[in-house]
């Protein structure tokens, strides 16, 4: 999945602002790394390797998938109920349904599997990335503070550990969000906000961290 990220960024005429939710964040964060992107936001973020922080929200959130270790080689669902806990705990229950009913479908296991098993295994694996890179672009975490699968605290944790004093990593919190940030009314504030720092710190590494 990296590899044929970086075939389409890397095609590109510039190097563009690169944006994830979820999962994709921790493919935004190893895309960073490898060189690709003007900037980066990691919305929700999904943790990069050695972040070791795990909220009780999310022990609950990600139970269906790693209860059974033959989930790593499956395609997993969610019932609405476990749905609406892990991306829409702040909607109302119509909201939530409505969503599930237009988004949800079985996802792959194995990127939840590998993301726990790569703290515990020698060597760098899939989402792996150099803290201490001084060349990475600018990298913008953005949190719900009611996100019950990736919580605020997964994200300050992610962020403290990028170490190097030449590029900028920022965080900001928005109060009342879920994880499903993208769908939640008020959405177009966190739009406007996340363009706005994109634009201004495309391709200007900062000399001071998070």
């Not at 389409?8 to 935004?28: K, M, R, W």
């Not at 939840?112 to 989402?127: H, K, M």
């Not at 792996?128 to 699968?149: C, Q, T």
């Not at 994200?155 to 990028?162: D, E, F, L, V």
Request: zero cysteines; hydrophobic letters at 40%.
């Amino acid at each position: 999945m990296v590899s044929h990220l970086e075939s389409v960024v890397g095609a590109l005429d510039e190097p563009p602002i690169i944006i994830g939710h979820s999962a994709g964040v921790a493919f935004t964060q190893v895309l960073l790394d490898h060189g690709f992107g003007a900037a980066g936001v990691a919305i929700n973020s999904a943790a990069s390797e050695s972040v070791l922080v795990t909220p009780p929200s999310q022990i609950k959130s990600t139970f269906p998938v790693l209860k059974n270790p033959a989930n790593r080689h499956k395609a997993v669902g969610l019932t609405p109920e476990q749905w609406k806990y892990r991306f829409a705990n702040t909607f109302t229950e119509e909201e939530s349904l409505e969503l599930y009913q237009r988004y949800h479908i079985p996802a792959s296991g194995r990127i939840l599997w590998n993301s726990v098993l790569a703290n515990f295994q020698p060597g760098p694996q899939d989402i792996h990335v150099d803290y201490h890179n001084d060349n990475r672009a600018p990298l913008l975490f953005v949190s719900g503070s009611k996100d019950h699968l990736m919580p605020p605290s997964v994200q300050r944790s992610n962020a403290k550990h990028y170490k190097s004093s030449k590029t900028f990593t920022e965080i900001k919190e928005y109060e009342g969000m879920a994880h499903l940030l993208p769908a939640q009314k008020g959405w177009e504030e966190v739009a406007d906000h996340v363009l706005a720092w994109a634009v201004e710190h495309a391709g200007r590494p900062a000399t001071t961290g998070a």
